[in-house]
Every structure is written in C-alpha cells, then in structure tokens.
C-alpha cells in the first residue's frame, strides 16, 4: 500500500482494488507523455479499474491536499494530464468498450482509445466519432469537441454523446443524460474535465460504410499554388462522405519537404475518382489510391503520434485559403524545422454542416462555425523560448487572409494546448466558450466549486 508523505497509510487507500504507485516503485510507476517537455513527477500515480477506485483517489487527493491530475490518452502536451508533486488517476486500466444493439449506444470507459473504441465497436459493423490518431483518449476528445474524418457524417464527438457515468470532486458517483442531471451532460459536452472524472461515456452509435476510398499524394514546394488553387475550388463541391488534410511535412527517408494531401471518404473507389481526380492530375511525385477497411482509418495519423521528444501544440482557425497565406505559413514552417526538424503543420477541411447547424447554446461546446482548422506541431526542439515564438507566428499566419472573427479565434480547442493549460486568468478560457461561458460557470459552481479539477481550460466558479 502507498504511504503518504507522513508516512501513514491513508484509510481509504485500503479500499483501492487497483494499483497506486510512488516513483520508488519501478515497475507500476508510469509518467511517460506524448510531449516529454509535459512529463512531471507526482507524488502518486493511481490505477484505478472501477468508477469505486476513482471515487477514492479524489477522496485520498483532497484528503491529503494533492493538486490533481486526470490521465487518458496523455496526450496534452501543456502538461494537463500530469501532476508535479500531486495525485494523477491514470485511466490506462479502464478501457473497455461495450455495445448496447437495442439503444444503439457504445458505452466507452475512461481510459480507452480510438483504437480500443474502433475495434470492438466494428465488431458489430458500428461507429462513433474518434479522432484522427488512434492513441488519443476518446473522453478527452469528445468532451472537448471533436473532430475527425467522420465530422460531415455524424458530427462532432461531443454531439454525439448521450449519457456518462461522472465521478465529482466530492466523491460523489453520479449518472447524467438527457432526463437525469441533464445539466451536467449539457457542460461535459465541451466543457471536458471541469466537472469530474468521466469513467464512462455514452456515445450515440452509427453505421458506417465498411470501405473507404483513401488518397496520399506528395507534391513538390513548387506546386504549392496549383494544389492551393485546386483545393480552394474543390471546398465549393466538397460532399459530407469526403474529408481531406494537408500537412507540411519533411520527408522521413530524404529529409525534403512535401506537401501531403491525404483524405477518407466514405465512397467507393469509382466515385473517390470522380471526387478526387482533380488532385491526381496535378502530378504528385508519389500517389496512394485504394480502399481500405474502416477500422484501418484510425491508423492512418498514428505516425503524428511517434513524433520525438519535447512538443509544442497549438490550433488555428482561417475562412480564406489563399496561395499568399498558405505560401507564407510553408516558409515560416522551413524556418521551424531548422529548430525543429519534426515539426508538421496540418490544415483540415472537414464538411461542417452539421456541425454549424447545431445551435452555440445546444452544448458547452461553442465552436459551432463553418471555419475550418489547422494543427501546429512543434517537435523535437531544445530552445522552447524560440520555439514558442515561431508557433506564434505561423498560427497568425495561417489565419491572416481570413476575416477578424477567425484571426481572434484560438482554434480548435484540442489543439489549443498551451492555452488550455494557461490559467492564470480566466482570458483563453472565455474565448474558448464565449457565450456558454457564464452558464458554464454556474455548472462549476454546482459540481466543483473548489475547483479541484483546474487543469485544461478551468472554469472560474460563479459568484454565490
């Protein structure tokens, strides 16, 4: 049994069925990060494998005053699943996935993944939204948006989340859905952990096309207007089933840079060529086209989540995509891999009709516009100062054809890192939820008024 600092074995660590560990114990004590710059050492770290083991180690944390940290798919790279000299719940133990077939919901518990939710639910030829790399948690992602190749189908994950089992900062285990506590399903659907630890979420099933037509097309620095041109034209046609990326990349055997296209559509190969030809034409140097299983989608960005050592992430929004803007945001990017030699950057051009249609006050989640999304990834620098520095710069450059609303914009919010750890006041945090803010606050004041769970975008508590 762990002790405490006092060297007393707290009484309710002697209910704890899984396993809590201190750095003295080798084997069980895990602080590894996607981002080794978000590594912090707590004092604790506890496993639990039930909603009773949660409730205890919130319990043990308040009880021993540890600031307190939740752990999913640890892949914030500000640091938010970590603790430094405090109590992290590491989820890794909790990742079942189970099936309701009458209800058509999935039932996804903390600690699972995309990868673990994708293979069970595909068992039954089943789906809900999961990101684009398969290590990311699915409650982190989902409570805090989410977005990936399935958006224009069925939504944002936080659309799409029907019940969930929360533990509370008082220790309470509560259940919450639309008739029951309705108001705390309203707040965890963006609002991700500031009213609790999710053990489970309820997730609204779908039923997806079994194969999908996949395209990876390389192209040269120098065709960067065309494939800007061809994409901007292409936004004007774009279908729901089609959703497409395109990243800044160096190239893993000759250290070049491309231009990657790649994209998931949920149409045959026949019809993916009809869609996508017009990038085919363009004369990439290297060019996958094929089919591929559904549940070989989640695969597919998993090499952003190898990406070495310390990490920098951050998001932007843009409405305009212009050859200018695009052009000037690849030279700061040449600029970062001299720094940075692993460094990506991502534009996303998902269809987001459904989720514009979706009312800002529906949810917590407040991002409900048609801009689209880019994802800054800083990686393996040593000068974080400098570092930071050109994230900024490319951030606003990826942003600086596009109207105000979109410049002011922090992007998407799970992107948005350094933001959500930034707590200092409650500045990144209101333009996160703009409007929904207050309502939110009142929620914090509700379920954690002492705001014993502060670490990504923290919610400041209403005034009594």
Not at 209 to 217: F, I, P, S
Not at 364 to 392: F, N, P
Not at 408 to 428: F, P, Q, W
Request: charged content about 20%.
């Amino acid at each position: 049994m762990a002790q405490t600092p006092h060297g007393k074995g707290s009484l309710l660590l002697e209910h704890f069925k899984g396993v809590v560990a201190t750095p003295s114990d080798a084997d069980t004590y895990k602080i590894e990060r996607w981002a080794t710059n978000a590594v912090e050492q707590a004092a604790y770290v506890a496993y639990p494998i039930d909603v009773e083991d949660i409730s205890i180690a919130i319990l043990f944390a308040r009880e021993e005053g540890l600031p307190l940290a939740i752990s999913g798919g640890r892949h914030n790279a500000a640091g938010c699943s970590s603790s430094k000299g405090g109590l992290v719940i590491d989820m890794r133990n909790m990742t079942a996935v189970r099936v309701d077939i009458e209800r058509n919901i999935g039932y996804i518990q903390g600690g699972a993944t995309g990868h673990h939710t994708v293979a069970e639910l595909f068992k039954y030829g089943l789906a809900t939204p999961v990101g684009i790399c398969g290590s990311v948690g699915i409650v982190g992602f989902a409570t805090g948006g989410g977005v990936g190749y399935s958006t224009g189908q069925y939504g944002l994950g936080c659309d799409n989340i029907v019940s969930a089992t929360v533990v509370l900062a008082n220790g309470e285990i509560v259940q919450t859905d639309e008739s029951l506590n309705s108001d705390l399903l309203w707040g965890i659907k963006g609002g991700g952990s500031n009213f609790g630890v999710i053990a489970e979420l309820g997730m609204r099933l779908h039923t997806p096309r079994e194969d999908q037509c996949y395209l990876e097309c390389f192209y040269l620095p120098k065709q960067l207007p065309a494939l800007v041109a061809e994409l901007a034209a292409w936004f004007g046609v774009q279908t729901p089933q089609e959703s497409l990326t395109l990243a800044f990349v160096l190239g893993p055997h000759d250290g070049n840079p491309y231009l990657i296209l790649s994209g998931v559509a949920s149409l045959s190969l026949e019809e993916g060529e009809r869609h996508w030809g017009r990038f085919l034409k363009l004369g990439p140097v290297m060019t996958k086209f094929e089919k591929i299983a559904y549940d070989a989608v989640i695969s597919l960005g998993d090499f952003g989540c190898q990406l070495p050592g310390a990490k920098i992430s951050a998001g932007a929004s843009f409405n305009s995509f212009t050859c200018d803007a695009v052009q000037k945001s690849f030279d700061i990017w040449l600029r970062v891999t001299l720094i940075a030699p692993t460094s990506i950057v991502v534009y996303e051009f998902w269809d987001y009709t459904l989720v514009s249609n979706i009312p800002v006050g529906a949810m917590a989640c407040a991002q409900r516009t048609t801009d689209k999304i880019a994802l800054i990834v800083l990686s393996g620098m040593v000068d974080m100062t400098e570092a930071t520095k050109l994230c900024d710069e490319l951030r606003i450059s990826i942003s600086s054809s596009s109207t105000d609303s979109a410049k002011e914009s922090i992007g998407y919010i799970n992107y948005s890192h350094g933001l959500s750890a930034d707590n200092a006041t409650d500045v990144h945090v209101r333009r996160a939820f703009g409007t929904n803010y207050p309502r939110l606050q009142a929620l914090k004041r509700k379920y954690d008024p002492d705001m014993v769970f502060n670490k990504w975008f923290c919610i400041t508590p209403a005034d009594a």
